[in-house]
């Protein structure tokens, strides 16, 4: 299952290697590296997040252009009843 699109690929391997070089040199600052890794985790897990969102949407894209327009009259309507009772 693949959760990262495919063009950050590249960035992603290269921000690695960055983050490992750093992990594996022989003068390694450990608090250094490991804010660095912990960074480098942190954001590549975000931008999974919002790739994975991204992929949702686009596979509800046809649902929401085929029955949107109805959903949103009829929830337009509850709304206006109920602001006319009160």
């Known amino acids: 299952m693949r959760v990262q699109a495919p063009k950050r690929d590249a960035q992603t391997k290269q921000d690695y290697s960055v983050i490992e070089a750093l992990m594996?040199?022989?003068?390694?600052?450990?608090?250094?590296?490991?804010?660095?890794?912990?960074?480098f985790l942190l954001t590549s897990l975000n931008v999974m997040?919002?790739?994975a969102a991204n992929a949702r949407l686009r596979l509800i894209a046809p649902v929401i252009r085929k029955h949107g327009i109805e959903y949103e009259r009829g929830k337009f309507?509850?709304?206006?009843?109920r602001e006319m009772l009160y």
């Open 24 to 39: 594996t040199a022989s003068d390694v600052d450990h608090p250094s590296a490991f804010s660095k890794a912990l960074e």
């Open 49 to 51: 997040r919002i790739d």
């Open 77 to 81: 309507q509850v709304v206006s009843l």
